[in-house]
Each structure stands twice: as structure tokens, then as C-alpha cells.
């Protein structure tokens, strides 16, 4: 088992998100836990938004979640897709159900991707004050934030289990 993940910067023809974590260049385990941790923030901001229905909307958060949504799911995406799920594969101690795991979340990957798009639709018109159906953006949002929390603690739980970063 790995004891140590270090992989020194991101592709030099990395779009830069805007995100000063994903732009970084620096793409490690250690950052792949800030990224996790991102996540999970927007995840409580999300929340914090879907609570607020019908009535008690902010409407600058919604457009500062609708923002930060795309590029942080594809930047963190991305280094999983091209960094750490190769790394996890080169492991002489992979076993061959990896290979499924893997491709069971790089296809969540692809509906997490579409689902934020529809996600960031809903939350710009939320936030500019458009008519909205309530509900619908509620149920969005949910399903959205509880799909992402249970993605990252089966990561965590699963892929990561053991891997430090020293």
C-alpha cells in the first residue's frame, strides 16, 4: 500500500479556474483534502440555501454558489480523472475490482458535471430574482449536496484509506 502521494504540479495547459486551491499548480493528497474540503463547504452553502426556500433567499449567494460550482466540480474532477485514479491503478496492491470502482465514479463524475450545470441555471436565476419553481431548486440543491457528501466519504472511506501524505 502507498504510503506517500506527491505529484509535483498539474498539466502545464491547466485552464485556470479563477480558483486560487485548483490554480495552485501544486496537486497532491494535501490538496486533494483542501479540494474535499471545498467541497464540502459549498455543500453547507448550498444547504444553508436550500433551507432559506421560498422565502429568506440571499440572492448574492446564490450567485456566488452558482459561480464557484462548475469550476471547482471539474477542476477537482479532473485531477482525480488524470491524477489520482491512474496512481491508484499503478499500485502493485490495486485489485482488479478498482478498475470498475474507478469507472463507476468517473461516470458519477460526468453526472455530477451535468448536474451542476443545471444547478449553477437555477441558482443564477435565483440569485437575479427570476421566477423559480421553489420546489424543483430545493430538491436540486439537495439532491446535488448529498450526492457530493456521499461521493467524497466513499472516496475517503474507500480509495484513500491509508494514503498519507508525508
Known sequence: MLTNIQNGSADSGATQTGNLLLDSGKRDLSWLNRAHGEQLALCRELEGIADSLPAN???QKC?????????????????E???LFPMLQANPG???????????????HC??????????DALLKLG???????????????GFFEGMRRHIAFEREHLLQGFTDH
Open 128 to 142: 437575479s430574482g427570476e421566477r423559480v419553481n421553489m420546489e424543483a431548486v430545493g430538491y436540486m440543491l439537495r
Open 94 to 108: 490495486a485489485t482488479v475490482r478498482l478498475g470498475s470502482t474507478i469507472e463507476r465514479l468517473k461516470f458519477e
Open 63 to 79: 450567485i456566488y454558489a452558482a459561480k464557484a460550482l462548475g469550476p471547482l466540480i471539474k477542476g477537482i474532477h479532473h485531477y
Open 111 to 120: 453526472e455530477d458535471e451535468c448536474f451542476a450545470e443545471e444547478l449553477t
Open 57 to 59: 433567499i440571499n440572492r
Open 81 to 83: 480523472e488524470t491524477v
